[in-house]
C-alpha cells in the first residue's frame, strides 16, 4: 500500500530564508506527483505537477525535484515572504483497482515570519 | 466553466440527520473524484466517477455514504444518519479523462460539521 510521508510536519522560518520541504513515498509505481497548498478553511490550490519521466518543474520562486527510483521529491521555495505561509501537500498519482487515485502526505505546515 | 466549484461551502447538522454535498466540475471533464480530508490529514479517496457511473466506490467508509451523478456532470454526495466522525472537509476534483498522468483539479471543499 502507497505511503506519502512529509518531512517537516511543521516549519516557521524568517523572511528570506530559502526553504527546502521534503515528500517521500513507498512505491514508485506512479504516475505524476503534484504540490498543493492549502490556505487555513480553503481548497487545494495546485502548485506544480511532475510527471513520472521528468525530473523537476519550475514556477517563480519554486521548484519541485522527483527521483522516482528512491521515492523522493522536494519542494524549494526561494526567498520565502509572509504570504507563503500556508500547508503544503505532496500528493503521487496511481493507478489502484482500476482507478488513478491521489495519495496524499499529511502535509507541511509553513510559517514565514516577518 | 471557470473552475470545480462546490456548495454549500459550510455545512453545519445534527448527528443522526442526512445532509447531500454538490460538485460542480470543469465543464467538459469526464473524470470526478470526492476525497475526504480529516481534521490535520491529508485528503483520502472516496469514489470516482467516469461519466455517469461510480467506476470505484472503494473508499467509502460505509453504506451510510453514496454518490451520484445522473447526468455525467454534477455530482451529489449523500450521507446518512450522520455522525460526529463524518464532520470534515469534503473535496471534490475533476479531470478531462481518467488516465495517467491526467492532472486533477479540486474544488474549495464543503465543510460538515456534525454536532
Known amino acids: 500500500k502507497q505511503e506519502v510521508t512529509q518531512i517537516p510536519a511543521a516549519l516557521s522560518v524568517p523572511e528570506g530564508e530559502n526553504l527546502v520541504l521534503n515528500c517521500s513515498f513507498t512505491?514508485?509505481?506512479?504516475?505524476?506527483l503534484q504540490w498543493f497548498r492549502q490556505d487555513p478553511g480553503k481548497g487545494l490550490t495546485s502548485l506544480l505537477l511532475i510527471q513520472s519521466s521528468q525530473r523537476e518543474q519550475t514556477s517563480g520562486r519554486l521548484n519541485a525535484s522527483l527521483d522516482k527510483s528512491s521515492g523522493r521529491s522536494t519542494l524549494y521555495i526561494a526567498a520565502s515572504q509572509p504570504g507563503d505561509s500556508a500547508t503544503y501537500l505532496c500528493?503521487?498519482?496511481?493507478?489502484?483497482?482500476?482507478?488513478?487515485?491521489?495519495?496524499f502526505g499529511t502535509g507541511t505546515r509553513l510559517k514565514v515570519l516577518a | 466553466g471557470a473552475g470545480v466549484s462546490q456548495t454549500p461551502s459550510n455545512k453545519v447538522t445534527e448527528k443522526g440527520k442526512y445532509v447531500e454535498l454538490r460538485c460542480d466540475p470543469i465543464s467538459g471533464h469526464t473524470a470526478l473524484y470526492w476525497y475526504r480530508q480529516s481534521l490535520g490529514q491529508g485528503p483520502e479517496f472516496l469514489i470516482y466517477f467516469q461519466g455517469t457511473g461510480a467506476a470505484d466506490d472503494s473508499g467509502l467508509p460505509n453504506d451510510r455514504f453514496f454518490a451520484v451523478r445522473p447526468e455525467g456532470s454534477v455530482s451529489t454526495l449523500k450521507i446518512q444518519r450522520t455522525e460526529r466522525g463524518d464532520s470534515a472537509v469534503y473535496l471534490c476534483?475533476?479531470?478531462?479523462?481518467?488516465?495517467?498522468?491526467?492532472?486533477?483539479?479540486f474544488g474549495p471543499g464543503t465543510r460538515l460539521l456534525v454536532l
Open positions: 500528493a503521487v498519482s496511481q493507478l489502484t483497482s482500476g482507478t488513478y487515485k491521489y495519495i
Open positions: 476534483a475533476s479531470s478531462l479523462y481518467a488516465g495517467a498522468g491526467e492532472t486533477q483539479y
Open positions: 512505491d514508485s509505481a506512479i504516475y505524476n
